[in-house]
């Protein structure tokens, strides 16, 4: 993380520096520039911690996101789910997720759609796992780059949103979305994803699955501000993101992230 | 007319017209391109407003306190503290009302099995903080009857039947 | 009902928002915009390269490369969910998207064949609307007609030798400048796939090259077809009318036409049809042998779970026997029919593999989703985007063609000569 604050700061300077370079041309007010160089120093890019670990599987981030977020609870998309890995002592990995574990994991056998239902014993488990999937709201959205007429974009501080108003549901960002959080909303017809409970955090309140967490597995923050204490457990702590070889730099950031986990 | 040869480039010509004009016309004021540059950012401003005026649902528990401060204070003595209230009762506000200005809905009580079941039902999975949570087997666990029959889910083990 | 789970069936680990998105209608885009592209590759190869034996297809290529024109973004049209907001492709275009482009491109590419048809029919506009102004009293059906033809005129009514073959410079140019454009059109259709990179059984930089390929095929093959059809009503008038009309060619003289201009189109499409296939294959044994952490789940799609689609339906029946049917020497018009509906069916069926085969496996690399066509409609939604939208759009270019040809006659200049 400190090469990446590095690399923040050495672009503003250089493209501050260019921007005084060109100055000499174009009259450019140098005091003008300098704000903004500061005014990103202290903007907010979010970005969020799953600590799979502490995951138990109750789906009550799902619950609270559906309902927080008006997603029709009993439609089968979600903006977020839990998925569950098993690992079984010979070496097969079995892995569902429910209707996105909206009421979380009742039962221990793993729902393998139209394969049925599989029985698996407690002593044959070697490892399992709860993680919990999002929007990652990338550095580089692949979603967004794919949008034909600009009614998907990501603002400042990160969060990647969808203009209901613009959207013409061709369905391009859901195909170009490596981790699948997009979908058609079942009500409003336009893509539809999670944007951190963009209405919440804006408001300095939590996201709605940040705080049904009882376990502290989900936490959002500002990864601009160093004493946040995402920013902090980021970077001294062990963490890794999922997919990384798409290039699409993905900012929710995972402890405890699996090799099996897709 | 000496050269018809341009004819049809006029017609493509006054189309490409058309539609700029059309644009004027059409494309709202605030269209641009935002911070991240037009490979990221080509949108509508005012849709960030827009989504900052959704409303929130899930007030946090801090708001429950002043007027059920007695389960507000009991359930922090208990395993149950961190769990929000809302999450068994759900959202105080949803998009029509709110609780308690509006009485309609009073908020819903979860007393289903299933819901206790989220965290109770054992799944000993190595790795997992499932693990820890002490489970019970709902088949044999006092099975066809409602938890909270029983346990307070403010103060689980106070005043065991 | 959430868009695309009426007709996607998950198995094993898929996760929760993962349907099929992209279902038929986005199979019949790109074989639509194919056969755009193809029939008017094959229209310029006669008017850039001077290959006189397409001399009758090219015209009539070209005609029906128009009608094409329009069908060809219906099914996005139906596709989409808001059909109507579709012009923000104009109004705002994003060019970081593949889609985006569809806008300029098309657009560009419509103007090309638009101008490339108003010089090749302005005599036509020049003398119907002439031969309709003398007329003194014109029915209402004829006004009509007159105002149509005076406009389609442009206003110019030069049609001295001189002022011709400036038309005829300018379709040349034309149509030399349409073929890339045609390429384009149709390599960014593959282009949308190919750049896809959380799909991974699109991402392949070889795919707007093997659409480009299969386009031309598939364009050839409708060409062929329609061209075989119009000939066999042609052949039937004339054996009814001949007597009525000395001046009409005769059944066996335009048998022998048609044959000879089929033989030499058939040269063309199985020489298109061995670079797709072999392209395609080639990008089949790059996988293989690379074997990057998707291929396992690949594997089990191409070989296991699509192989019927893949090797039996595409390869088989839509390459493999076709190939066979036009390499047999002495080629009859009814193989030739059999042979290019088998090739129709094979370039449908790579659009099908691709599209439908891209989303057969889920991002998890661990679970299948199978793709169930909405045959019989019960709503709008599995109308539009069912067997019966489908149908809809494949008949629309012939039903378009047939308005068309009553502005830009395909057959009976020749009548005239």
């Not at chain 2, 306190?65 to 149950?80: F, R």
């Not at chain 2, 809905?105 to 965290?119: E, G, Q």
């Not at chain 3, 049609?159 to 011709?164: K, M, P």
């Given at each position: 993380m400190?090469?990446?604050?590095?690399?923040?700061?050495n672009?503003?300077l250089?493209?501050?520096?260019?921007?005084i370079?060109?100055?000499?041309?174009?009259?450019?007010d140098?005091?003008k520039l300098?704000?903004?160089v500061?005014a990103d120093?202290a903007a907010?890019?979010?970005a969020f911690?799953v600590?799979?670990?502490k995951?138990?599987g109750c789906?009550?981030c799902?619950?609270?996101?559906k309902?927080?977020?008006?997603?029709?609870?009993?439609?089968n998309?979600t903006?977020?789910?839990?998925?569950?890995?098993?690992?079984?002592k010979?070496?097969?990995?079995?892995?569902?997720?429910?209707?996105?574990?909206r009421?979380?994991?009742t039962?221990d056998k793993i729902?393998?759609?139209?394969?049925?239902?599989?029985?698996i014993?407690k002593?044959?488990i070697?490892?399992?796992?709860?993680?919990?999937?999002?929007?990652n709201?990338?550095?580089n959205p692949?979603c967004?780059q794919?949008?034909?007429v600009g009614a998907?974009?990501?603002?400042?501080?990160?969060?990647?949103l969808?203009d209901r108003?613009?959207?013409i549901?061709?369905?391009?960002?859901i195909?170009?979305?490596?981790?699948g959080?997009?979908?058609f909303?079942?009500?409003?017809?336009?893509?539809?994803?999670?944007?951190?409970?963009y209405?919440r955090?804006?408001k300095?309140l939590?996201?709605?699955?940040?705080q049904?967490?009882p376990?502290?597995?989900?936490q959002?923050?500002n990864i601009?501000?160093?004493?946040?204490?995402?920013?902090?457990?980021?970077r001294?702590q062990?963490?890794?993101?999922?997919?990384?070889e798409?290039?699409?730099?993905p900012?929710?950031?995972?402890?405890?992230?699996d090799?099996?986990?897709? | 007319?000496?050269?018809?040869v341009?004819?049809p480039?006029?017609?493509?010509?006054?189309?490409?017209?058309l539609i700029?004009?059309?644009?004027?016309?059409?494309?709202?004021?605030?269209?641009?391109?935002?911070?991240?540059?037009?490979m990221y950012?080509?949108?509508?401003?005012?849709?960030?407003?827009?989504?900052?005026?959704f409303k929130?649902?899930?007030m946090g528990?801090?708001y429950c306190?002043?007027?059920?401060?007695?389960?507000?204070?009991?359930?922090?003595?208990?395993?149950?503290a961190?769990?929000?209230?809302?999450?068994?009762?759900?959202?105080?506000?949803?998009?029509?009302?709110?609780?308690?200005?509006?009485?309609r809905?009073?908020?819903?009580?979860?007393?289903?099995?299933?819901?206790?079941?989220?965290?109770h039902f054992p799944?000993p999975?190595?790795?997992?903080?499932?693990?820890?949570i002490?489970?019970?087997?709902?088949d044999?666990h006092n099975p066809d009857?409602?938890?909270?029959?029983?346990?307070?889910?403010?103060?689980p083990?106070e005043?065991?039947? | 009902?959430v868009?695309?789970?009426?007709?996607?069936?998950?198995?094993?680990?898929?996760?929760p928002?993962e349907y099929?998105?992209?279902?038929i209608?986005?199979?019949m885009y790109?074989?639509?915009?194919?056969?755009?592209?193809g029939?008017?590759?094959l229209s310029?190869?006669?008017h850039?390269?001077?290959?006189?034996?397409?001399?009758?297809?090219?015209?009539?290529?070209?005609?029906f490369?128009?009608a094409?024109?329009?069908?060809?973004?219906?099914?996005?049209v139906l596709?989409?969910?808001?059909?109507?907001?579709?012009?923000?492709?104009?109004?705002?275009p994003?060019?970081t998207?593949?889609?985006?482009?569809?806008?300029i491109v098309?657009?560009?590419?419509?103007a090309?064949?638009?101008?490339?048809?108003?010089?090749?029919?302005?005599?036509h506009?020049v003398e119907v609307?002439?031969a309709?102004?003398?007329k003194?009293?014109?029915?209402?059906?004829?006004?009509?007609?007159?105002l149509?033809f005076?406009?389609?005129?442009?206003g110019v009514y030069d049609?001295?030798?001189?002022?011709?073959h400036?038309d005829?410079k300018?379709?040349?140019?034309?149509?030399?400048?349409?073929?890339?454009v045609?390429?384009?059109?149709?390599g960014?259709?593959?282009?949308?796939?190919g750049?896809?990179?959380?799909?991974?059984?699109w991402?392949?930089?070889l795919?707007p090259?093997?659409?480009?390929?299969?386009a031309?095929?598939s364009?050839?093959a409708?060409c062929?077809?329609?061209?075989?059809v119009?000939?066999?009503?042609?052949?039937?008038?004339a054996?009814?009318?001949?007597?009525?009309?000395a001046?009409?060619?005769?059944?066996?003289?335009?048998?022998?036409?048609e044959i000879?201009?089929?033989?030499?189109?058939a040269?063309?499409?199985?020489?298109f049809?061995?670079a797709?296939?072999?392209?395609?294959?080639l990008?089949?044994?790059?996988r293989g042998y690379?074997a990057?952490?998707?291929?396992?789940?690949?594997r089990?799609?191409?070989?296991?779970?699509?192989f019927k689609t893949?090797?039996?339906?595409?390869y088989?029946?839509g390459?493999?026997?076709p190939?066979?049917?036009?390499?047999i020497?002495?080629?009859?018009?009814?193989?030739?029919v059999?042979?290019v509906?088998?090739v129709?069916f094979g370039?449908?069926?790579?659009?099908?593999?691709?599209?439908?085969?891209?989303q057969a496996?889920?991002?998890?690399?661990?679970?299948y989703?199978h793709?169930?066509?909405p045959?019989?409609?019960?709503?709008?939604?599995?109308?539009k985007?069912g067997l019966v939208g489908?149908?809809?759009?494949?008949i629309?270019?012939?039903?378009?063609?047939?308005?068309i040809?009553?502005?830009f006659?395909?057959?009976?200049?020749q009548k005239?000569r």
């Open positions: 400190i090469s990446r604050r590095k690399f923040l700061k672009t503003a250089g493209i501050a520096g260019m921007g370079s060109l100055s000499a041309l174009e009259i450019i140098p005091r300098f704000a903004e500061a120093k907010v890019r979010w911690l600590d799979t670990y995951c138990v789906g009550l799902v619950k609270a996101c309902e927080e977020n008006e997603v029709p609870y009993d439609a998309v903006r977020t789910w839990v998925e569950r890995y098993v690992l079984t010979t070496g097969k990995l079995y892995a569902d997720t429910p209707k996105g574990a009421d979380g994991f039962t729902d393998l759609n139209a394969d049925g239902i599989k029985d014993s002593e044959g070697e490892k399992a796992f709860f993680v919990p999937k999002l929007c709201q990338c550095d692949p967004v794919v949008c034909p998907t974009y990501q603002a400042a501080d990160g969060v990647v969808v108003k613009w959207c549901g061709c369905g391009y960002c195909m170009g979305c490596p981790y959080v997009r979908f909303h079942p009500v409003h017809h336009t893509a539809e994803k999670c944007n951190f409970c209405h955090i804006t300095g939590k996201s709605a699955c940040v049904a967490c376990f502290g597995a989900r959002i923050g601009k501000d160093p004493n946040d204490p995402v920013t902090v457990a980021i001294t062990r963490v890794g993101v999922l997919k990384s798409y290039g699409t730099k900012q929710v950031y995972y402890i405890g992230l090799e099996e986990v897709r | 007319m000496k050269n018809h341009l004819r480039l006029f017609v493509v010509i006054g189309i490409v017209v700029l004009l059309a644009r004027i016309v059409i494309v709202p004021k605030d269209f641009g391109i935002g911070e991240r540059g037009y950012a080509w949108y509508r401003k005012s849709n960030e407003e827009d989504w900052k005026k929130v649902k899930y528990r801090e306190k002043d007027c059920h401060s007695d389960k507000y204070d009991a359930i922090k003595q208990t395993p149950h961190a769990i929000q209230c809302e999450n068994c009762h759900g959202p105080a506000n949803d998009a029509v009302s709110e609780h308690p200005s509006d009485q809905p009073k908020l819903v009580i979860d007393k289903s099995r299933a819901h206790c079941l989220r965290c799944l999975y190595p790795t997992s903080a499932r693990l820890k002490r489970g019970i087997d709902p044999k009857m409602e938890c909270s029959t029983c346990h307070n889910p403010h103060q083990m005043g065991l039947k | 009902m868009h695309g789970e009426l007709w996607t069936v998950k198995e094993l680990f898929v996760t928002n099929i998105y992209w279902s209608q986005i199979v790109p074989f639509m915009t194919g056969l755009v592209a029939a008017f590759v310029s190869l006669y850039v390269f001077g290959i006189q034996q397409l001399k009758d297809m090219a015209r009539f290529a070209l005609v490369s128009f094409l024109l329009f069908a060809a973004p219906m099914p996005i596709h989409l969910q808001f059909p109507f907001r579709g012009v923000e492709i104009f109004m705002t994003h060019f998207s593949a889609i985006a482009a569809f806008g098309f657009f560009t590419y419509g090309i064949v638009a101008s490339e048809l108003w010089f090749l029919y302005r005599k506009f609307s002439l309709l102004r003398e003194q009293d014109r029915t209402l059906g004829e006004q009509i007609r007159y149509i005076c406009t389609l005129t442009l049609i001295s030798e001189e002022s011709l400036r005829e300018a379709i040349k140019f034309l149509a030399a400048l349409g073929i890339p045609a390429c384009f059109l149709h960014y259709a593959g282009f949308i796939f750049s896809v990179k959380a799909n991974a059984l991402m392949t930089p795919m090259v093997i659409f480009i390929m299969s031309i095929v364009g050839i409708l062929m077809l329609t061209y075989i119009a000939m066999e009503i042609r052949k039937y008038l054996k009814r009318k001949r007597a009525a009309y001046g009409l060619q005769s059944q066996d003289q335009l048998k022998s036409v000879s201009v089929i033989q030499m189109t040269k063309y499409l199985l020489a049809l061995v797709a296939i072999s392209l395609e294959i990008d089949l044994i790059f690379t990057l952490k998707s291929w396992d789940v690949l089990s799609v191409i070989y296991d779970r699509d893949i090797f039996l339906m595409q088989g029946i390459n493999l026997v190939l066979i049917l036009f390499l020497p002495g080629i009859t018009i009814r193989r030739a059999l042979g509906l088998l129709l370039v449908f069926m790579m659009r099908w593999n691709v599209v439908i085969g891209g496996f889920s991002l998890t690399f661990a679970g989703m793709y169930h066509l045959i019989v409609p019960h709503d709008w939604e599995t109308v985007e489908a149908i809809a759009i494949f629309m270019p012939f039903a378009l063609f047939t308005v040809s009553k502005i006659p395909v057959f009976e200049t005239a």
